[in-house]
């Protein structure tokens, strides 16, 4: 993925980082429920508690390991969007900022086990 | 922090996470240049190696403990925007999807000791 030409400069540094946050409109979803029901899961849940596409403002979030810069195209690892998404936004992840230990993940506790198995290493299990 | 009336029904469940993350618009930020000097250093960077606000698309994150919810109203702890900051997106912190292990954090490696103490103490530490 990369960005347009007159951005290319904002890139400047970014391949210090092993991971980076990207920011992404879901182009292609349709204006949802406040309600949905995950894939993952037979109840209803309100779309702010879940990762569904079809919210309010259609915006998406994933944190990726960064593999390579080339002037303004990225090469990130595992990246879970549609073809042609358009990206918002690139932000270094940071720990500090990013990383925090949580005590309760709702609906998902019984159904994490069915996420896609993490292919990234470095990722955390719980 | 909350949502608008019409929306809250989109938070249904959302108690059950002890984070989240919020996606604002800094309705503040100049636009700025695609390099920045971040207030930690003294030197310059591309935009999308920082947090800084005046970006592209002027999108701020954070990572949030949730503490109460209130019908549409929500009490979380430590966020770092200004007062009437528009809320963009809610989303369910995932520790599956959200916590990576890093392996580099760039120019901020030999800054991050000045960010501001995490009194958050769930949060991790490198």
Same mark, same amino acid.
């Given at each position: 993925?990369?960005?347009?030409?007159?951005?290319?400069?904002?890139?400047?540094?970014?391949?210090?980082?092993?991971?980076?946050?990207?920011?992404?409109?879901?182009?292609?979803?349709?204006?949802?429920?406040?309600?949905?029901? $995950?894939?993952?899961?037979?109840?209803?849940?309100?779309?702010?508690?879940?990762? *569904? $596409?079809?919210?309010?403002?259609?915006?998406? /979030?994933?944190?990726?390991?960064? /593999?390579?810069?080339?002037?303004?195209? /990225?090469?990130?690892?595992?990246?879970?969007?549609?073809?042609?998404?358009?990206? /918002?936004?690139?932000?270094?992840?940071?720990?500090?900022?990013?990383?925090?230990?949580?005590?309760?993940?709702?609906?998902?506790?019984?159904?994490?086990?069915?996420?896609?198995? *993490?292919?990234?290493?470095?990722?955390?299990?719980?």
């Amino acid at each position: 993925m990369g960005v347009f030409p007159e951005y290319a400069d904002g890139l400047k540094d970014i391949e210090g980082f092993s991971h980076i946050i990207l920011i992404y409109h879901f182009h292609l979803a349709r204006p949802g429920r406040l309600t949905v029901r $995950p894939y993952m899961d037979n109840e209803e849940h309100g779309v702010f508690a879940t990762r *569904a $596409p079809g919210r309010p403002n259609p915006i998406g /979030l994933s944190v990726v390991r960064l /593999l390579e810069v080339r002037r303004r195209r /990225l090469t990130v690892e595992n990246i879970d969007v549609l073809d042609g998404t358009p990206l /918002l936004d690139i932000k270094p992840y940071v720990p500090e900022f990013d990383v925090h230990r949580v005590e309760r993940i709702g609906w998902l506790e019984k159904n994490v086990h069915k996420l896609p198995e *993490a292919r990234d290493d470095g990722r955390f299990t719980r």
